[in-house]
């Protein structure tokens, strides 16, 4: 059974950091595109930064220079360090697995990021 998991959520302030975690059991992280997305409420979910199995790697225009994802196939975790965070960053962020072959698509049940003013 394939689990997602995200952790590093919290409380920070405006200007602060935080970095956010995914790992998955049951799938092999280098035949997954991985992908940080963020649901801010009323409004749509959208992908934030996402790392090929390639290490190609794509951000939002509104977290470029800001954000930074990398994968440790070691610890087979997906990180996503998060500087100079803004309010508008507030939202639950969630993982996703996306198998490079078959389409199958893993979520988390993502964690919490506030920022504080």
């Known amino acids: 059974q394939v689990q997602v998991v995200e952790s590093g959520g919290g409380l920070v302030k405006v200007g602060g950091s935080l970095r956010l975690s995914c790992t998955a059991s049951?799938?092999?992280?280098?035949?997954?595109?991985v992908a940080w997305y963020r649901q801010a409420p009323g409004k749509q979910r959208e992908m934030v930064a996402r790392?090929?199995?390639?290490?190609?790697?794509d951000y939002a225009d509104t977290v470029k220079g800001r954000f930074t994802i990398s994968r440790d196939a070691a610890k087979r975790t997906v990180d996503l360090q998060m500087n100079s965070l803004k309010p508008e960053d507030t939202a639950v962020y969630y993982c996703?697995?996306?198998?490079?072959?078959?389409?199958?698509?893993?979520w988390g049940r993502g964690t919490q990021v506030t920022v504080s003013s």
């Open positions: 996703n697995f996306a198998a490079q072959f078959t389409g199958e698509s893993y």
């Open positions: 790392i090929t199995t390639m290490g190609r790697m």
């Open positions: 049951g799938i092999a992280l280098s035949s997954n595109n």
